[in-house]
C-alpha cells in the first residue's frame, strides 16, 4: 500500500511541477556530470547520519541563497574588500557554518570527478532537496543549470528580503507574493520548521517580559525551562513533536498553539492562511505536494543562466578573486587529492 501511495504522489508532482525558467533543465548535467547526484546523496548519507541538524541547515542555507537576490549562491562568498559578506548580516549569523563546509566539500568531490562545470548553486539546490529526503521527506527533481553569482547582496538587501521570526502573516505574504510566490506556497515552505533547532533570541520575545496569549502556557512554560532569560544563548527544537522527520507536525503544533516563531503562529491566527495549515495537519501527503512546488518554484527565483554569472572553482569566492600563485595550486592540489579520499 505504501508503494502505490508513492507512485501516487510522484505523478502528482509531475504532473503539477512548476514550469522551468528558460536556461534550467531536469537533466542539466546528464552528459557532463551523470555521477552528480549519487555523489552528493552518498556524501549526505554520512554527514546526515553523523549529525542529523545538517539536514536542516542546508535546507536553512538553500532559502537564505534564493531568497536575497536570487539562488546565485551569493550567501557562500565570503567577505572581500568590496564589503562584507551576506554571512555577516544579522539574518545569516545563526546559519550553520559546518553547512558551509560540507557544500564546499562536495563541490570537491564533484570537481574530481567531473572537473568544473557544476554551480555552487546547483549543489546547494540538491544538498537541500536530499537533506529532505534523508529525513523522511518527499523526493523531487531539481531544475538544475543555474551559474554562481559574481556579487554578494547588502546587509540591508539580506534583511528586507528574508522573513525575521516575529514578522505577522501579512509581511510573510507580502514578501513572499513580491517574488512571485503565493498563500499555499508561503504556508507549504514554513513546513521546512519540522526539522531543526533556533537559539531562544529568536522567540523570546514572546516570553519575556510576558507572555503572548497565542502561546499555550504549558508550551510556554517548558520553554523558559530551557530559555530561563530573554537574552538566553540556548537552542530548542523547532517541532516538539518530531523534531529530526521531515513530516506534517509542525502544522499540527500550530494546531495547538505549539508554534515556536511569531511568523509560524501567526499563519494559524490569521483567517488567510488557518485553512492551509489545517489542511497540512490532517493530511501529510498534500503538504509534501504543496512543498515540493514550493521548492521547486522558490529555487528558480532570478536565476543566472547560460552566459550569466560563472561556476566557482570555489564556494567561497569568486574565480576572479583567485590569485594564481604558488601557495593557490598547493591548496587546489591538496583539496583534489583528499576529496578522493
Given at each position: 500500500m505504501r508503494v502505490k501511495?508513492?507512485?501516487?504522489?510522484?505523478?502528482?508532482?509531475e504532473a503539477q511541477r512548476p514550469a522551468l525558467v528558460k536556461g534550467l533543465s531536469w537533466s542539466f548535467y546528464q552528459s557532463s556530470c551523470p555521477q552528480l547526484e549519487s555523489i552528493i546523496k552518498k556524501r549526505l548519507e554520512?554527514?546526515?547520519?553523523?549529525?542529523?541538524?545538517?539536514?536542516?541547515g542546508l535546507l536553512r542555507l538553500h532559502f537564505h541563497d534564493c531568497f536575497v537576490q536570487g539562488c546565485d549562491s551569493s550567501v557562500l562568498l565570503d567577505g572581500s574588500a568590496g564589503g562584507p559578506s551576506e554571512q555577516t548580516a544579522i539574518p545569516n549569523l545563526t546559519l550553520r557554518k559546518k553547512s558551509f563546509k560540507i557544500i564546499d566539500d562536495l563541490r570537491k568531490r564533484i570537481q574530481a570527478e567531473c572537473g568544473q562545470v557544476v554551480s555552487c548553486s546547483d549543489i546547494t539546490a540538491i544538498a537541500a532537496r536530499?537533506?529532505?529526503?534523508?529525513?523522511?521527506?518527499?523526493?523531487?527533481?531539481?531544475?538544475?543549470?543555474?551559474?554562481?553569482?559574481l556579487n554578494f547582496a547588502t546587509e540591508q538587501a539580506t534583511i528586507d528580503n528574508l522573513v525575521a521570526p516575529f514578522a505577522n502573516t501579512t509581511t510573510i505574504l507580502d514578501r513572499l507574493a513580491a517574488k512571485g510566490l503565493d498563500a499555499t506556497d508561503a504556508v507549504a515552505l514554513s513546513g521546512a520548521h519540522t526539522i531543526g533547532i533556533s537559539h531562544c533570541t529568536s522567540f523570546t520575545e514572546r516570553l519575556y517580559p510576558n507572555q503572548d496569549r497565542t502561546m499555550d502556557k504549558t508550551f510556554a512554560n517548558n520553554l523558559k525551562r530551557s530559555c530561563p532569560t530573554a537574552d538566553s544563548n540556548n537552542t530548542v527544537n523547532m517541532d516538539?513533536?518530531?523534531p529530526n522527520v521531515f513530516d506534517n507536525k509542525y502544522y499540527v503544533d500550530l494546531m495547538n498553539r505549539q508554534g515556536l516563531f511569531t511568523s509560524d503562529q501567526d499563519l494559524y491566527t490569521d483567517?488567510?492562511?488557518?485553512?492551509?495549515?489545517?489542511?497540512?495537519?490532517?493530511?501529510?501527503?498534500?503538504?509534501?505536494e504543496k512543498f515540493v512546488i514550493g521548492m521547486i518554484k522558490m529555487g528558480q527565483l532570478n536565476v543566472l543562466t547560460g552566459g550569466q554569472g560563472e561556476i566557482r572553482n570555489r564556494c567561497d569566492r569568486r574565480n576572479k578573486d583567485k590569485k594564481v600563485d604558488i601557495a593557490t595550486v598547493v591548496e587546489e592540489l591538496e583539496e583534489t587529492f583528499s576529496a578522493l579520499f
Open positions: 501511495h508513492s507512485l501516487i504522489l510522484f505523478k502528482i508532482y554520512k554527514q546526515i547520519k553523523d549529525d542529523v541538524g545538517q539536514a536542516a536530499d537533506s529532505v529526503v534523508l529525513t523522511g521527506g518527499p523526493k523531487y527533481d531539481v531544475p538544475l543549470g543555474r551559474k554562481d553569482g516538539i513533536r518530531s483567517k488567510r492562511t488557518r485553512g492551509i495549515v489545517t489542511s497540512f495537519a490532517v493530511n501529510q501527503s498534500l503538504f509534501f
